[in-house]
């Protein structure tokens, strides 16, 4: 039988398919569940900078007052106290997990911008995890902020939580560089052990009714997977970090073909949410099934094998494909006759 084992982070993981950071993994008999079902990791929903500060209190008078003068936003804004159990259940959440399984538990932080919340990185890895996911999660929506200030932001973030802990870190981030294959180098550079690729952005929607702007969260589609496909299949082999996928990861042939793009782990959210978490062991029965009849032994034997540097036409990820692709369309001028 094939071999599952992942390194990943330092770590080594009994499979390649990790829980991606959701409401799934925010119970302790639910991560209990994923490790029976084969999982390799474990990534805990994230705690926000915005909880972490309101903690510290320097945030609390001006959210709430803010709230108070605009009614509406009491309805936007989750309790932060709470959410995603809060700091102090985060921490409970950890020792819970860390005492009842045996595969590694990432916990998760997400913000932007420097400052002490991110010291809570510490607290994260003394409760026990095994490494920090560091969500970035930033709109660029002032216009006088450049991008070389907005990059740099990112790298002394790193930098600040690599200070903080020992734990590997990897950070989640989003797409919208003008180069992200700089940015992973830098991010690289700064000690991220991890690139997991990529933030789905939710765009609130618009009801045109009651003239509001509302939040919006669709669950994944697979074609989403072909953005981090992509760059994964860049970036392989430029960077030290492993790479992890999150964004579209459905099936075996998805996580085969994260691996064969360059990434060690894909993560896996919205099929546990829509199909539940008996789905990672059809998943892991499906990847198994298809590496023995391909005769592969191990999974790591594919990784990077679809990359960049390993295929022989590379224009495929680059502009040379672009024509490629417009031209592949075979448009049926009879496609609207009735
Ligand atoms: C309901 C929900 C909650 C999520 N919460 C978090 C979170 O707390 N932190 C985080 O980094 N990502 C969070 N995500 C994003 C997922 O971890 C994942 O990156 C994203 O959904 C893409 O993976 P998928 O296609 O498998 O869903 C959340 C996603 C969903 C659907």
């Known amino acids: ?45 994230s705690l926000f900078e915005e909880q972490l500060e309101l903690e510290s209190n320097a945030l609390d008078e001006d959210l709430w007052r803010g709230a108070d003068s605009f009614p509406e936003s009491q309805s936007i804004l989750p309790d932060l106290q709470t959410y995603n159990l809060g700091p102090d259940g985060y921490l409970d959440l950890i020792l819970g997990a860390k005492e009842a399984v045996d595969i590694p538990v990432i916990a998760s932080l997400n913000g932007v911008s420097p400052g002490g919340w991110a010291e809570y990185a510490r607290l994260m890895a003394e409760a026990g995890a095994d490494a920090i996911e560091l969500n970035i999660y930033s709109i660029a929506a002032e216009p006088a902020e450049s991008a070389m200030e907005v990059e740099k932001g990112y790298v002394d973030l790193v930098r600040q939580i690599k200070r903080t802990v020992r734990v590997p870190v990897a950070v989640k981030l989003s797409p919208f560089f003008s180069a992200p294959a700089n940015m992973a180098m830098r991010l690289d550079e700064a000690g991220a052990g991890g690139l997991v690729l990529f933030n789905r952005f939710y765009q609130p929607d618009f009801d045109i009714e009651s003239l509001e702007v509302v939040p919006r969260l669709t669950l994944s589609h697979p074609d989403e997977l072909l953005l981090r496909l992509h760059w994964a299949a860049i970036l392989f082999d430029h960077v030290e970090a492993d790479i992890a996928i999150t964004g579209g990861v459905h099936s075996a042939t998805d996580v085969i073909k994260c691996m064969m793009a360059g990434a060690r782990v894909a993560m896996m959210a919205s099929a546990l949410l829509h199909k539940g978490i008996p789905h990672a062991a059809y998943v892991l029965a499906d990847l198994r099934r298809w590496l023995d009849d391909h005769e592969y032994d191990s999974v790591q034997q594919m990784c990077g094998s679809m990359s960049r540097r390993s295929v022989e036409d590379s224009t495929a990820f680059e502009r040379g494909n672009y024509m490629r692709v417009l031209s592949s369309y075979t448009f049926r001028s009879d496609a609207f006759k009735k």
């Open 1 to 45: 039988m094939s071999d599952l084992t992942t390194p990943y982070l330092g770590l080594t993981l009994k499979s390649p398919l990790v829980a991606s950071a959701c409401p799934v993994t925010e119970s302790v008999p639910n991560i209990r569940e994923l490790e029976d079902a084969g999982i390799g990791a474990v990534v805990l929903p």
